[in-house]
């Protein structure tokens, strides 16, 4: 049975409220499908993605998704199902999903596909409720198919940060460094004098069972012999005048 988003009460974050600034070095490049001229234009525009989803350290060769790519050049799919695409790549799953906690994909999920961070801890726990009850699958497209992302980036824009004025971009941000990865870290660190390693070592060691032979028998046992030497009787007198025989 699946269990329902529940409720929290979104806070006033910069995102939701108008903005007056001048435009300048934080504002985010809009990337839409319909702004392609030509085939460099939509290869801007997915790198654009790469960057955003997978963030700027993971751009790599082996990271691309070509099929996605070539479907998206040939428009057999729209900006929202690349991106679909891309967060539920294995590559995503490997660097976001598997070593982080549900509290923190929640929280990198929501920067790279919605583009804000989330409102409090409420939230946090609404949307790990999510992945507990529908998985990772599930919980992407609830994201990708919420009325907050369609509002905000349809199906013909790439995510982006909804303004920002201080901190890092998002999608600089690597989730391996959260609180989570590095206590993981730590854990399977060398430490001196960690008792753990001293039981490491000792499962280490096989020793070697040593057999006995049972089967004793005594034809072969010498038994010595321990009786007294006897002497000559010999009178002892207990008087100190007393003379002993010479």
């Not at 549900?102 to 949307?127: F, T």
Request: charged content about 25%.
């Amino acid at each position: 049975m699946s269990i329902p988003l529940l409720t929290y009460k979104p806070s006033s974050q910069n995102q939701r409220v108008a903005g007056y600034e001048v435009p300048g070095e934080d504002t985010p490049y809009i990337y839409r499908i319909e702004d392609c001229l030509d085939a460099g234009d939509v290869q801007e525009l997915i790198w654009a993605a790469y960057r955003q989803i997978f963030s700027e350290h993971v751009i790599l060769q082996s990271s691309r998704q070509t099929n996605l790519e070539s479907q998206l050049k040939n428009r057999a799919i729209t900006v929202r199902d690349f991106i679909r695409g891309l967060a539920k790549s294995e590559t995503f799953y490997r660097l976001v999903v598997e070593s982080n906690s549900n509290y923190r994909l929640v929280e990198v999920s929501l920067k790279r596909l919605l583009g804000r961070a989330p409102y409090n801890k409420d939230e946090e726990i609404a949307w790990s409720i999510k992945i507990a009850t529908q998985g990772i699958d599930g919980f992407i497209d609830a994201l990708i198919d919420s009325e907050e992302y369609t509002q905000n980036f349809g199906d013909n824009t790439v995510p982006y940060q909804r303004r920002r004025f201080k901190d890092r971009p998002f999608n600089l941000v690597t989730p391996r460094y959260g609180s989570y990865w590095r206590d993981k870290l730590e854990e399977q660190r060398y430490k001196w004098g960690d008792v753990r390693n001293f039981l490491d070592m000792a499962r280490e060691i096989k020793p070697k069972a040593r057999t006995t032979n049972t089967n004793v028998t005594t034809a072969n046992i010498t038994i010595p012999d321990t009786t007294r030497e006897t002497k000559p009787n010999v009178p002892v007198s207990i008087s100190p005048t007393a003379s002993f025989p010479l």
